[in-house]
C-alpha cells in the first residue's frame, strides 16, 4: 500500500488543516544494553528511534531471552486470534507489576483460571450492560462540570490528568461498589491504586534474566505492602455488601453484586478472593486508560481549533435540551470519533506483550517457547504506509460512513479472546465525559507547559497538565 491511499478518509476531508501531535524525543539509533534500560524505565517507549514506525518485524536477545517485534497487521492477527493459544500468557512484567495486586486475576491469568474468570466476568463489563451504566458516567461528568466552574470562576487552572484521574476513578468506583459506597471510598482507593503503580515493578529483571525464585528480590517490598492496604479496603466494602445483601439490599445494577452472582462457564460461582481479585482487575484496567484519553483529547482539542469548532457544534446542538442519555449518544458521532483518533495517535496501552507457552512460528519467525512477544498499537497506529497522513490529528476518519480500519491496524483494546472486555463500557465514558464537560469549557493549556508523550504503566501526557478552563458564553449560566 501506498503511503496516499492508506485509509484516506473521503474527498471533502483532504482540506483539513495540518496538525502534527507531540510524539516525544526519538534517538536516532536504538540504544542497547544499561542506557537502553536506564531510558526504558523512565518511558517505556523512549527507546523506539525514529524509524520504528516502519518496522516489520524485530527481534532482539536480552541475555538469551528472545523478544520479538511483530509491527505488521497479518502477523499481529496471528499472533493474537489465529496462534493465541501459544501466546496467551502475560508477560513477566506484567505479572511482576500486577500480580502482588490482583493474584490470579483475569488481567494476568492464562489458562483454565483465565477462562474460568473470562467467562464471569466478560459478561458483566460487556457493552449490553453498559446502559445501566451511563446514568451514573453522567451524574459524575455533570459534578465535575460544576467543580470546574469553580476554577473558571478564579481563573485558576486544572491539572487535567489530576482531575481526568479523580472522575474516571469516581465513575468505575460507583459502577462497581453501587453509588453509596463507590462515593465514599473513591479518594482513598484512587490514592492507594496510585501509590502502587509509583512502585510497581515494571522491568521485572530477574524474571526475565530467569533468577530462581530464592533470589531476594528487594523491589517487591514497597508493593506487596501498598497491595495490602488495598486489600484491607476492598475486603471492607466487600464485607458492607455482604452485609447489606443479608438485609435484602442487593444492588443488581453495581458490578460487586454481578460478581456475587457470576458463575464461571462450568456453573461454579466465584469464591470471596476472586470476587476481591477481579473487583480489583477491573478498577485498574478501567479507569486510568479511559482517564488518559480524554487528558489526551482535551489537549488535541485545544491545538486543533478547526476540530474544537466541530465539536462544540455537535455538543451545542445534542446537548440543547439537557444532559445525554442512552438514547442520545447516538447524536455525540464527532465527540467519538475524537475519541476514537485520540486512542490511535495515544493508546493508553501502547505496548501489548504475551510470553510464547510453545515453540510456534509467525510470518518467517521461528518463536521459541519462553520469548517474549510484542505488538505496538504506537507503532502500527502511526505506521506512514497505513494510515493516510499518519502523524496527524483527523479525527474525520472515524466517522460514520468512512472505512473503519482492520481490527489487526487499529487494536487500542487489543484483538482476540483478551480483547478488552471493557471497549463499549471506555468508549461510551470518554465520549459522555467529554461531551459534557466540553459543552461548557474551553481548555487551553497553561503559558509554558510542554506537553510530550511519557510511558511508564500506561502512556500518559506526562505526570500532570495544566490547563485553563474558560467557561463557553453559551453555557456560562448553565454550568453554575
Ligand atoms: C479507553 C479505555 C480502555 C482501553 C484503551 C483499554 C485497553 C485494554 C487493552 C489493550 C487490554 C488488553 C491488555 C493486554 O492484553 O495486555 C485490556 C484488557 C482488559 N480491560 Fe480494558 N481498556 C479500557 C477500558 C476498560 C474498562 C472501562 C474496563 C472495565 C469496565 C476494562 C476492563 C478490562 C479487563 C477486565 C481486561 C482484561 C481482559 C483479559 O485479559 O481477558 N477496560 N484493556
Not at 502475560?90 to 483475569?106: C, N, R, V, Y
Not at 492507594?192 to 523491589?219: C, H, I, K, N, T
Not at 481548555?443 to 502512556?459: A, F, H, I, N, S
Amino acid at each position: 500500500m501506498s503511503p496516499t491511499d492508506a485509509s484516506a478518509p473521503s474527498p471533502p476531508f483532504s482540506t483539513i488543516p495540518v496538525y502534527v501531535p507531540p510524539m516525544g524525543a526519538r534517538p536516532p539509533f536504538q540504544r542497547t544494553g544499561l542506557t537502553a534500560m536506564m531510558r526504558s524505565s523512565r518511558d517505556l517507549l523512549s527507546n523506539l528511534p525514529v524509524d520504528a514506525f516502519l518496522w516489520h518485524t524485530k527481534t532482539w536477545d536480552f541475555f538469551g531471552r528472545k523478544i520479538h517485534l511483530f509491527n505488521a497487521p497479518d502477523l499481529v492477527r496471528e499472533v493474537f486470534v489465529a496462534r493465541n493459544a501459544a501466546f496467551e500468557r502475560k508477560s513477566p512484567q506484567q505479572l511482576t507489576a500486577f500480580e502482588p495486586l490482583i493474584g490470579d486475576g483475569l488481567l494476568v491469568s492464562d489458562g483454565e483460571t483465565w477462562r474460568h474468570r473470562r467467562a464471569a466476568v466478560g459478561p458483566i463489563v460487556h457493552g449490553r450492560n453498559v446502559p445501566a451504566f451511563v446514568p451514573g458516567m453522567v451524574e459524575a461528568a455533570l459534578e465535575w462540570r460544576a467543580r470546574w466552574q469553580l476554577f473558571a470562576d478564579a481563573g485558576r487552572p486544572v491539572d487535567v490528568v489530576h482531575e481526568m484521574g479523580c472522575l474516571t476513578a469516581e465513575i468505575i468506583s460507583r459502577s462497581i461498589f453501587g453509588r453509596t459506597l463507590g462515593i465514599e471510598h473513591t479518594g482513598e482507593i484512587a490514592a492507594a491504586f496510585a501509590r502502587y503503580q509509583e512502585v510497581a515493578d515494571q522491568l521485572a529483571l530477574a524474571e526475565m534474566l530467569r533468577l530462581p525464585s530464592w533470589v531476594p528480590r528487594p523491589g517487591r517490598l514497597g508493593p506487596a505492602r501498598e497491595a495490602r492496604r488495598i486489600h484491607r479496603i476492598i475486603d471492607a466494602i466487600i464485607d458492607d455488601r455482604i452485609e447489606a445483601r443479608s438485609g435484602g439490599d442487593g444492588d443488581e445494577g453495581c458490578l460487586i453484586d454481578r460478581l456475587f452472582d457470576a458463575k464461571d462457564e462450568t456453573g461454579r460461582p466465584l469464591d470471596r478472593e476472586a470476587i476481591r481479585n477481579e473487583a480489583m482487575v477491573i478498577f485498574l484496567a478501567g479507569h486510568e486508560t479511559t482517564a488518559n484519553t480524554l487528558s489526551w483529547a482535551f489537549f488535541l482539542l485545544s491545538q486543533a481549533g478547526w476540530a474544537r469548532a466541530a465539536l462544540h457544534a455537535e455538543v451545542d446542538e445534542a446537548l440543547a435540551g439537557g444532559p445525554p442519555d442512552n438514547a442520545g449518544i447516538a447524536a455525540l458521532t464527532y465527540t467519538r470519533a475524537v475519541v476514537e483518533e485520540t486512542l490511535r495517535l495515544y493508546p493508553p496501552i501502547p505496548l501489548i506483550a504475551r510470553e510464547a507457552v510453545e515453540d510456534a512460528t509467525v510470518g518467517d519467525t521461528h518463536v521459541a517457547k519462553g520469548s517474549l512477544v510484542l505488538a505496538l498499537p504506537w507503532l502500527i497506529h502511526r505506521h506512514p504506509h497505513l494510515w493516510w497522513r499518519a502523524p496527524d490529528f483527523i479525527p474525520e476518519r472515524f466517522l460514520p460512513g468512512e472505512t473503519r480500519p482492520r481490527k489487526d491496524q487499529y487494536l487500542p483494546f487489543a484483538l482476540g479472546p483478551r480483547v478488552c472486555p471493557g471497549m463499549t463500557f471506555g468508549l461510551v465514558e470518554a465520549t459522555l465525559c467529554l461531551a459534557v464537560l466540553s459543552h461548557a469549557f474551553e481548555l487551553e493549556p497553561l503559558q509554558g507547559t510542554r506537553v510530550e508523550p511519557v510511558c511508564r504503566l500506561t502512556l500518559k501526557p506526562g505526570n500532570s497538565l495544566p490547563m485553563m478552563v474558560r467557561a463557553r458564553r453559551q453555557e456560562a449560566g448553565a454550568a453554575a
